[in-house]
């Protein structure tokens, strides 16, 4: 009996110390999300020009959907990514951009009931063939680069790839709030918004306790 | 005679200047109905613009009202809350929405309806071709996403079989709503384009209207097959956002459908249905050319009224074209040709030895002159027979006249044949211009010289009154030589007289005006003065000595 709790409490402080002897943890933040821009014109105008309803106010277009935040170290690269889905529903995508480790599959499902031929207009070669109804897609990210994707059938349909260099990258949710399980170390923090990547100083070491807070203006990055 | 000719000219002129503007005045005309035609059916494009924006409105009231009904909102909250959009539910709200429907008022009943949740998920469909099929999102369309957003708009969409669709979508908001998103979802209503639709239209604008995807014909008032390479073109040469300027923007284009001719506008329809190249065109026959005798058959008896025709101006126009054809024919062909003939009726009494040229204009004065001439010809055969027989017979006994007393003598009384009618002298009233056939017979030739001589010593010198006996006997012998000098020197003096006048073609034509002039105003003078004055010595006939030399001998020839 007497080596018993000797043997438990080894165990214990073993599986105590794995996670901290795999280095990660969790980082969780906060980015103040821009004011929402005004509503474009309409794509496709009608006889009359649209109307606001006298009930309520309109709805302002949401920001959260076009944000993506991404810890990037200097050294580390992403070793066998996991594949990533981008679904199709209706005329557009389920999420408008997508985020997609370089390295690393990226999933496109065709959950309509049309087949839809997809491009990318910076690269031709990206996507090849149409996606059939409830049918899959598998596209290779292999550059840090962003790519616009669009149908030939369906004029509306648009969303962005986001080439990621790094496998630690979220979404952000209607408020802000983030959250990523990362390894120990120094990270660069980034953010993407609707058409690239925002130059920011913030970096985050890991393990980080707290919260991040993501402030100031989101300005493209200068290149 | 030069006006009157001039005057034809312009008659006939007139006359084919009236006709060509016959022929030539329905083409403009014609023209201007083409284009009047043209405008306006412009206009009734843009009427149509109006009217389908009109229609928009309509739709998107009844939208607002259907989307307002709580029924709707009650199903749509409840798919709202649902997972997963399941068959039962479909058929559940799609019952709801069909009692909504039918309950529907007015004369623009929705061919199909949409529920859409939240989250862009299909709760059901009414009347559409798919309303079986499951459940689906559809966000991303435009019209989709701005309903839920809080928008009320419209759009054109294409649906399966070429089908064109005039859609309305309004959101789903609950009034009083205490949780945060009042906003449950969207309906959408759709309105069917077909060919009642166009005729209700055609009925408003009065011209034929089509709605046309691609070159597939979707709805039109009149079926015919127009040309659809040319609409396209029309179509392909549209640009610019604001699609309502179309049928300002462009011309009307002429079209053919089998054997009709057409004149159409075409404007691109707007909405998601632009994207498949949907437009309508507005078109009515082309006029029918009508051309001169068209033009004739349309003419009406109220045309010919004096209200609507100037008959006064016509009526006017011929009466002077008319006055001033007879008119100068009157005074230059009429009275001359009168004048003419009186005199030469006067020369063959013996009332004058000659033709007055100059009383005679243009062609009348050269008869006038032909026939002096030849006069002049007799008179110097006649003296030349005259010598060459007192050659032959010697000269004539004193007291006698001479060769003309022999010939006279020596003619037989009577006529080879037999006795000629005894001829009585001829009555004191004998006119020249009298009858033959009534008047007896024609008087002796010595009658007849008889009846001349004391006319012709009326005008001649009166040297010549001397009775015969006293007369010295200059024909016994070969008359004198300053005798014959001094006929010459007449004849010479008379020739050149002539050629003074404006007939001779040589002398300048200032000269010729002057003396024209001169002798208009000399006209009531008698031959006498104005003989007397030509024999004056002139500057301009001795300028021109050499001129009436030749005038002399051209007239002497």
């Known amino acids: 009996m007497s080596k018993r709790p000797g043997f438990a409490l080894i165990a214990l402080l073993v599986v105590a110390a794995l996670p901290r002897a795999a280095g990660a943890g969790k980082v969780t933040g906060k980015l103040e999300l821009p004011a929402p821009p005004e509503r474009p014109p309409s794509a496709t105008r009608g006889f009359l020009d649209r109307v606001e309803n006298q009930i309520a106010d309109v709805q302002k277009p949401a920001v959260a959907p076009f944000l993506l935040v991404a810890l990037e170290s200097d050294g580390a690269k992403a070793d066998n990514p996991a594949d990533v889905t981008w679904e199709i529903v209706g005329d557009s995508f389920g999420k408008p951009i997508v985020g997609v480790p370089v390295g690393g599959n990226l999933v496109i499902v065709n959950a309509t009931r049309t087949p839809r031929a997809l491009s990318a207009a910076e690269d031709g070669k990206l996507i090849d063939g149409i996606v059939n109804p409830n049918g899959q897609k598998p596209v290779k990210i292999t550059a840090a680069k962003v790519y616009t994707i669009t149908a030939a059938n369906a004029p509306y349909l648009r969303g962005k790839i986001v080439g990621v260099p790094s496998t630690h990258f979220a979404y952000v949710d209607a408020t802000g709030k983030f959250e990523l399980d990362v390894p120990d170390g120094s990270y660069k923090v980034r953010v993407f918004y609707r058409d690239g990547w925002i130059e920011r100083d913030e970096t985050v070491t890991v393990p980080f306790k707290g919260e991040l807070q993501l402030k100031g203006p989101l300005a493209p990055a200068k290149k | ?557």
């Not at chain 2, 709760?123 to 499951?134: F, G, S």
């Not at chain 2, 080879?416 to 004998?430: C, T």
């Not at chain 2, 006929?487 to 200032?510: E, F, G, I, K, N």
């Open chain 2, 1 to 557: 005679m030069f006006w009157s000719k001039i005057w034809f000219f312009i008659v006939t002129t007139v006359a084919v200047v009236a006709l060509t503007f016959a022929l030539l005045m329905p083409r403009p005309a014609q023209r201007v109905l083409g284009d009047l035609e043209r405008r306006s059916l412009s206009e009734a494009c843009n009427l149509i613009t109006i009217l389908l924006e009109g229609d928009a409105r309509v739709r998107l009231d009844l939208t607002s009202q259907f989307a307002r009904t709580q029924e709707i909102i009650n199903a749509i909250d409840q798919a709202n809350g649902a997972d997963k959009i399941d068959e039962a539910r479909m058929e559940s709200a799609r019952t709801v929405a069909q009692q909504v429907l039918a309950r529907t008022k007015g004369k623009r009943v929705p061919d199909f309806a949409i529920l859409v949740d939240r989250r862009g998920r299909v709760v059901t469909r009414v009347k559409t071709a798919d309303e079986k099929d499951p459940s689906e999102n559809v966000g991303g369309r435009p019209l989709i996403d701005e309903a839920l957003a809080g928008y009320l708009r419209d759009d054109l969409w294409v649906g399966g079989n070429n089908a064109l669709y005039f859609v309305t979508a309004a959101p789903v908001v609950q009034l009083n709503y205490t949780k945060s998103d009042p906003y449950f979802g969207a309906v959408v209503l759709g309105h069917r384009v077909e060919s009642a639709f166009a005729k209700a239209l055609k009925e408003r604008i009065e011209a034929d209207v089509g709605f046309f995807i691609d070159s597939t014909t979707i709805a039109a008032s009149k079926t015919v097959a127009l040309d659809q390479t040319m609409l396209q073109d029309a179509v392909g040469k549209l640009s610019g956002g604001d699609f309502a300027r179309d049928c300002s923007a462009n011309k009307p284009i002429d079209l053919r459908a089998g054997t009709e001719e057409y004149i159409a506008v075409v404007a691109r329809l707007p909405g998601e249905a632009a994207d498949k190249k949907a437009f309508y065109a507005v078109y009515a026959p082309r006029p029918a050319e009508l051309g001169f005798t068209g033009t004739l058959n349309k003419i009406t008896k109220g045309d010919l009224d004096f209200g609507n025709f100037p008959w006064l101006l016509v009526g006017g126009m011929f009466i002077v074209m008319l006055a001033g054809g007879v008119a100068l024919m009157l005074f230059e062909a009429d009275r001359p040709l009168r004048r003419l003939t009186a005199e030469a009726v006067r020369l063959a009494k013996g009332d004058m030895e000659r033709m007055s040229e100059d009383a005679h204009p243009g062609k009348f004065g050269s008869i006038a002159r032909s026939v002096n001439i030849h006069i002049d010809k007799l008179g110097r055969d006649a003296k030349s027979a005259k010598k060459d027989l007192d050659q032959l017979l010697g000269p004539a006994p004193e007291g006698s006249l001479g060769t003309i007393d022999l010939l006279a003598t020596a003619l037989p009384s009577v006529r080879p044949g037999g006795p000629g009618p005894s001829a009585p002298p001829p009555p004191s009233e004998f006119r020249f211009n009298d009858g033959g056939s009534g008047s007896g017979p024609m008087p002796a030739p010595d009658a007849r010289r008889r009846r001349r001589r004391p006319r012709t010593r009326s005008r001649a010198p009166a040297r010549r009154r001397r009775p015969p006996a006293a007369r010295p006997r200059r024909r016994s012998a070969a008359p004198p030589r300053s005798a014959r000098r001094r006929r010459a020197a007449r004849a010479r003096s008379r020739s050149r007289r002539r050629c003074r006048r404006r007939t001779c073609p040589l002398l300048p034509r200032a000269a010729r005006r002057r003396r024209r002039r001169r002798r208009s105003r000399s006209t009531t003078t008698s031959s006498a003065a104005r003989r007397r004055a030509a024999r004056r010595p002139r500057a301009t006939a001795r300028a021109s000595t050499r001129t009436s030399s030749r005038c002399s001998i051209s007239s002497s020839r």
